[in-house]
């Protein structure tokens, strides 16, 4: 079923084992792309199936229009990922990316699917915490200056400011979508969440992050990294080894 999928826009699999016995749907940060995944794939190949999200309005899908609402963003994830479920699949989300997993967690399960069988949640505060954000309202101006506080876009793009006007409106869209979400009150998955933060993150407080634990009734576990919230482009060994036990933990089993 899933080499019938290969050339979907939304997923990117950038290194294929079809005859893996589990999967690893993971979803990018605000005004990301599939391609930010791709050293997690190659490091978790051939062990794991990799599946990377590209997000409309960016890349090579930078003429769909863009998606400005978590709920929409949701499901359309949902829509994209049923027929990749025909073996355990977890869901790694870095920022945006870790409150769409969690989305998508929860309508999978509502609906009687299969779920994630672990959650990572990379970069982001928990569903349930808020803060008042407006980087969505700025020019373009501020919002490069939010992408270069979060140490996130390579310096060569921001200082091309062709390659700017192609990014800024999906990054606005992004922040859109994550900066009006409010989550369910009281809602929480039964897939296990593993938390992935920085120490210095300017946008998870350790409070914030640890909050994810009333989002889930099974298991969770919280790792912390010296950085901020790109913590994991320094840590990226340890994170695939976090992932990578975790996932051949709960391999054989559903949620």
């Known amino acids: 079923m899933g080499e019938q999928r290969e050339n979907s826009a939304w997923v990117r699999r950038f290194h294929p084992v079809p005859e893996s016995g589990v999967r690893l749907v993971c979803m990018p940060h605000a005004g990301g792309s599939a391609p930010f995944y791709f050293p997690m794939s190659q490091a978790l190949s051939p062990a794991v199936d990799v599946l990377c999200l590209q997000y409309p309005g960016r890349q090579d899908r930078r003429l769909d229009p863009a998606i400005e609402n978590i709920p929409d963003y949701a499901d359309a994830i949902v829509a994209e990922l049923k027929p990749w479920l025909d073996v355990p699949t977890a869901f790694f989300g870095h920022s945006m990316g870790a409150v769409l997993a969690y989305e998508v967690a929860l309508r999978l399960e509502r609906d009687g699917h299969s779920g994630p069988i672990a959650l990572f949640a990379s970069g982001r505060r928990a ?26 876009t390579d310096s060569r793009i921001l200082g091309n400011e062709e390659i700017l006007r192609m990014v800024l409106p999906a990054i606005r869209s992004d922040y859109t979508a994550i900066e009006t979400y409010r989550s369910e009150e009281g809602a929480a998955v039964r897939a296990p969440i593993t938390v992935l933060t920085g120490d210095n993150d300017p946008r998870t407080s350790m409070e914030e992050a640890e909050a994810w634990r009333a989002h889930t009734t099974g298991d969770f576990d919280i790792h912390v990294f010296p950085g901020g919230h790109f913590f994991l482009a320094n840590h990226s060994e340890k994170i695939i080894e976090i992932v990578s036990k975790k996932i051949n933990a709960v391999g054989s089993q559903q949620y």
């Open 127 to 152: 569903p349930s915490r808020y803060r008042e954000e407006n980087v969505h309202r700025r020019d373009d101006d501020g919002i490069v200056k939010e992408m270069q506080l979060l140490s996130g």
